[in-house]
């Protein structure tokens, strides 16, 4: 499988339940980062994590790293109708020569009203 | 700030022509990218400029794709001649320098272009 996979590939919740998205890799990493993408604005970072970091909390957001697992979760509290979008991690690998990130497939999420 | 600006938006071509693309970043960030997203998967990266010089371009086509960032600024990427399985859109994106952990920092994307290939 690919350098950071998302699981599930697709989530439906209502609107005011919270959303969990997980991420696996396979590398050693600098820093694992989440991002959005909905058809309105584009593809938007949401959070950085360094490896050295367990947890970290934007607004809503909650992300937390796992470097023995080599796994990362992205949690969102309260969903809104607007949360509706995709969601990607991406990773930045420190022992494979490449100075880039690399993106997972996803997770599509919708949020009912 | 203004963003990453990219054009054209969309772009319809048959196989075989050939179809450039022009990315502007954000002020000031030194590190430009370009991906590839084929629907219904993430973006992969095609190249990674610094400044001028490029850092990373194991995973662009070099057959048919091109790329350059004249200046250190504006990027063009260019794809001749074009096959089906080119359809996607394009994606620019651009960051500040890494910091002094060398770890790459968030990324502004710009809103991409959409190449259809008939």
């Known amino acids: 499988s690919q350098q950071g996979e998302e699981d599930p590939q697709a989530l439906s919740i209502q609107e005011g339940e919270n959303a969990t998205m997980n991420c696996s890799y396979k590398t050693s990493i600098n820093n694992l980062q989440w991002y959005r993408q909905n058809s309105g604005r584009g593809l938007v970072h949401l959070i950085l994590?360094?490896?050295?970091?367990r947890e970290k909390h934007s607004g809503r957001l909650r992300v937390t790293l796992d470097t023995s697992k080599k796994s990362s979760s992205l949690l969102i509290t309260a969903s809104r109708a607007a949360d509706t979008a995709s969601y990607f991690c991406a990773t930045f690998p420190i022992d494979t020569g490449r100075r880039a990130l690399t993106f997972g497939s996803g997770t599509r999420l919708q949020v009912q009203p | 700030e203004a963003g990453v600006a990219q054009s054209p938006r969309y772009k319809i071509i048959e196989k075989r022509q050939s179809v450039a693309f022009w990315c502007n970043p954000i002020s000031g960030h030194a590190t430009l990218y370009w991906y590839q997203q084929i629907l219904g998967q993430g973006p992969k990266l095609l190249i990674q400029f610094q400044n001028n010089g490029v850092v990373d371009d194991s995973q662009l086509p070099k057959d048919r794709f091109s790329a350059e960032r004249l200046k250190g600024v504006d990027s063009t990427l260019k794809i001749q001649p074009a096959k089906l399985e080119d359809s996607a859109v394009y994606l620019c994106?651009?960051?500040?320098?890494?910091?002094?952990?060398?770890?790459?920092?968030?990324?502004?994307f710009g809103p991409g272009t959409r190449l259809t290939v008939t």
């Open positions: 994106a651009s960051s500040k320098n890494p910091g002094l952990a060398g770890g790459s920092r968030e990324q502004y």
């Open positions: 994590i360094r490896s050295n970091e």
